[in-house]
């Protein structure tokens, strides 16, 4: 009895650990997407474009053989492909 109670402790301490790692990524996410958010809005009410702006927007610059350029920007961004 005493084994079993102990292995559904434990199952339950590697379900909080999960949990809370999941949470942890959530939390970076928000985080992200507020800044993505941010620099949106400077942008809209007229802000400047700047290197740190950019960075926070685009998430990769692709640049293929044929010197065809495709800018992936943030999940959270919208209006950029």
Known sequence: MKADYEAKI???????????????????????????????????????LTAELINRLVERIEIAPDKTVTVICGEGVRGCA
């Open 10 to 48: 434990t199952g339950c301490m590697d379900e909080i650990a999960a949990l809370e790692t999941a949470l942890r990524e959530l939390e970076a996410e928000a985080v992200k997407q507020a800044g993505w958010s941010d620099g949106i809005t400077q942008l809209n009410s007229g802000g400047e």
